[in-house]
């Protein structure tokens, strides 16, 4: 898992342009993090909804790949419940619900540093046959 | 609109960040663009699905807040049906389909150079009872 | 709670006429079932996404209504991970994830008597002034 | 074509259960047609969410299911816009907007008689590799 949570923090080039870490990927789960700075805001001036979706997606890909399986995004939803500030610090924990052999779903729930849910995520994966190149 | 497409293109620093351009705003309707780089790709080196999201979202943000009415993201729903490159161009041309005192709905398409259809997404926004400070 | 349940049971014609139950109705929360029958099968014979959308439905209409104010449906969203056959039981479990003046969000989780998964829902609704009229 | 449409309109129980016509199906496309009734109305006395999304999802699935693959809705996406009400006759027209080997992409628009938008559909279907029985 170590190997597969490495590939996806080194690869994955916009997680590193905004700054996200991913923290753990299980068998079907992931962790990872952000902190709302100024690059990540709206024309409101508070987290932007692709800042928080990005999270929510990264969270979501090491999940459904962590089976060693390349999987990729077909279909996600998300509702925006809360809207996050500078300086908030943003986890998105992910959860698969459902595998199938060409299948996954996932859930993920970004939730800020008081644990006041900031937005639900749910996915759903199209597995490939190849292996993914950890 | 010039006003409403200045506001966005200057003030939602995410957009900056990754490079987008706000084209176009008309009522009810923008259309910005990218070119896919280096910092977009995912892990498996496409495009992220992460900065085609961020890509609509915006178009999406300018359409729904072009009537000059403080509108934000509640709920947003994006199909990905075509796996964008490196060096790839990609438009989102967003377009509201309902607009209520309180909801509207905008649909938008992400396509690449050749026009085909990357991402299909739609976005539901709550209108706030405020003016956008533009 | 049960005045509320009574009315969703009673005046929901639409439940009435596919044979779904209202089972329980807490502070944001529902429980509706039904049995797949002849009547809710679709062309290749499996349980209708339409039937099992409708007794999704069904529990989030109850349990964004719950507190006594009038809740309707904005937007959702389903995935269909496992296709219901006749005879089987489903089991529509309604719970509310955040609740605002004006929008609720509420995650439907349907199972058959199994407990295996068969959609994974979630539902938005605008909450209005008035009453439900119980 | 004729023949596709026949088999929907026949085989599909729920449509029957519910009143819906198959008016058309093309390739990649459909048109479904449905007169809201008492049986149709939720607690609040309006066209049920749960009946608009049958008819949109009975057009999807022929309009999927129209090249003789057997196709499967896995994913499906609704925002609701105008709450119909009893004896408006609403129409649902599917149309595929992406086509692959094994998912296909169905936008399905649903308007009352009057042409206004009552809600907007997406479908997401994953394609078997066996024919369609018809």
């Known amino acids: 898992m170590e190997k597969i949570r490495k590939f996806f923090q080194d690869k994955d080039l916009l997680a590193r342009t905004l700054g996200f870490e991913l923290l753990e990927v299980g068998e079907g789960t992931a962790k990872a993090r952000m902190t709302v700075g100024q690059m990540h805001l709206n024309a409101a001036s508070s ?8 999270l929510a997606d ?3 890909a090491a ?5 060693g399986r390349l999987a990729v995004a077909i ?3 998300i509702s925006f419940v ?3 500030l500078e300086g908030d610090v943003l986890t998105a924990e992910a ?3 459902a595998l199938h052999p060409k299948i996954a779903v996932c859930d993920v729930a ?3 540093q008081a644990g006041d849910l900031v937005a639900s995520f749910q996915g759903m994966a199209y597995r490939k ?3 993914l190149p950890v």
């Open 110 to 112: 970004v939730r800020d």
């Open 129 to 131: 046959s190849r292996e």
């Open 63 to 67: 999940a459904v790949n962590s089976h």
């Open 58 to 60: 990264f969270a979501f």
């Open 47 to 54: 987290g932007h909804g692709g800042a928080t979706f990005s």
């Open 95 to 97: 959860r698969e619900i």
């Open 82 to 84: 809360k809207a996050p």
């Open 75 to 77: 279909q996600t939803s």
